[in-house]
């Protein structure tokens, strides 16, 4: 029988670690954010659009929180900033579709596919062994966090 205060420690261990990523991540989404001149909510919705590929402003609103006046005026600013392009939804002629445009890829900054290309490395030397419990307890904690955030705004 193993030891509680060891699985105890342990899960301590895992959750600072993840919160300590967390904290870490975002520092560097502000100095990427700042190096473009663009705002983080302008960034986020930068990293929704190359997540999930094109999305209306509905879409992307409600992925970041955002009235659609807000929403919209970000929308505009991100393409007057070349980051975006519009264009019409292939199948619903009332929808308008946001994309990355092709500047977009072409102004990422270097350190960011170091990064990208760091985490890749990392993620390939995980043992296949362990790759599905951390992928679920990654799944696991995107839930978390998306159950909470939906908790406090109400949805």
Do not use: C, K, N
Not at 23 to 29: F, G, K, P, T, Y
Not at 46 to 57: D, F, K, R, T, Y
Not at 121 to 145: C, H, K, N, W
Request: glycine share 8%.
């Amino acid at each position: 029988m193993r030891d509680r205060s060891v699985d105890d420690t342990a899960a301590t261990g895992v959750a600072g670690g993840l919160q300590r990523f967390g904290l870490e991540r975002d520092r560097l989404r502000s100095a990427l954010a700042r190096q473009a001149g663009i705002s983080v909510t302008d960034l986020d919705a930068l990293e929704h659009l190359e997540a999930a590929g094109p999305l209306s402003q509905r879409d992307l609103g409600a992925r970041l929180m955002l009235t659609s006046g807000a929403v919209t005026m970000l929308a505009d600013r991100l393409e007057r900033a070349g980051w975006v392009r519009r264009r019409p939804h292939p199948r619903d002629r009332r929808y308008i579709l946001l994309e990355l445009s092709a500047q977009a890829a072409e102004r990422s900054p270097a350190v960011l596919a170091e990064y990208h290309a760091a985490v890749q490395a990392l993620a390939a030397g995980v043992p296949a062994e362990d790759r599905d419990a951390i992928t679920a307890f990654l799944a696991a904690a995107t839930d978390a966090a998306a159950q909470a955030a939906d908790r406090i705004t109400g949805r």
